[in-house]
């Protein structure tokens, strides 16, 4: 019987899962609940796992015994060490050794965005993060220390400035904007003070703090001049670290650097990406390319890959659908 070949790319909030054949075609999709260490326990991930893979393979009439192999990108593979070990652990007792592959889900958005092929890709989702590979294989990446630590421009880190920057118009310390305008509106606040608790109940929820990024945007779009100066910042960081990435790889000077985006703060647009690339293609060999599957796309792109399997242009395009 022909063997599939399952991607997962997990998020903060939820996971995608695909399942193909060795053509790429699509024989199912599923989406589940997070598998985020640090947002949900152990049991949980365990149960989504086990109960979204085998769901895909009774709908598609296939065995455990016919996965090729699987690719996860998992948030938080690198930074903490329990998240390998739990994975290890989930994976091989469904799976069996030499059945999967697991990386940080970074890596899932750069072989979605280039197609597993040479170039850096920035992720700006609830969080951020850079990965690239060079020619040679090399592999590094940038940024994705968390909110505490960075995520500069991120929907999460521009959430936060939008909260200060609402201060600061409330107080007079900046004259009062689109934004401010913006923010009583959405939450219905009679006094600006009442602004205090909802956001300190919002505190542990990133999502929810990430969702004012899109208030932060449609303040931009107004003419807002201090959000526009915020999402300059952002733009300035995705600079620093493609930069940082390209830094740790071995990119010679007659080679092209492919650099691509993901992740929903991109929906900002050419506010967001003018400055970046206006920035970066000051080195000719830098160049811009449109993304060309999502993340879970890349994963099953992964799959195939340590499964032995060469990428062809069929592949891709059917992976497309």
Known sequence: ???????????????????????????????????????????????????????????????????????????????????????????????????????????????????????????????????????????????????????????YWLGRQAIRLFARESDGRAPKSHLYELIKSEYKLEKDFDFISIILDLEDNRTEVAKLSRLLSKAAEMGDKEAILIINKASQEVVESIKAVIGKLNFSDDEDIFFSYSGGVFNIGKLLTDPIEEALTKDSRLKKVESVLQPVQGACLLALKYAGLEITDEILENLKG
């Open 1 to 155: 019987m022909s063997k599939v070949y399952i991607g997962i790319d997990a998020g903060g909030t939820k996971t995608d899962y695909l399942m193909i054949d060795e053509s790429g075609k699509i024989l199912e999709k599923e989406s589940g609940s997070t598998i985020h260490i640090k947002q949900t326990s152990e049991e949980n991930i365990r149960t989504s796992l086990e109960k979204t893979i085998n769901t895909m393979l009774d709908k598609a009439g296939k065995q455990i015994s016919d996965i090729g192999h699987l690719f996860a990108g998992i948030p938080g593979y690198g930074e903490f060490s329990e998240v390998g070990l739990l994975f290890n652990d989930i994976f091989s007792k469904l799976l069996g050794d030499g059945k999967y592959t697991f990386r940080n889900d970074a890596v899932a958005g750069w072989a979605g965005s280039q197609a597993a092929r040479p170039g850096v890709n920035m992720v700006l989702g609830t969080g951020a993060i850079a990965y690239g590979i060079d020619y040679e294989g090399t592999e590094a990446r940038s940024s994705g220390w968390g909110p505490y630590c960075g995520d500069e421009g991120s929907a």
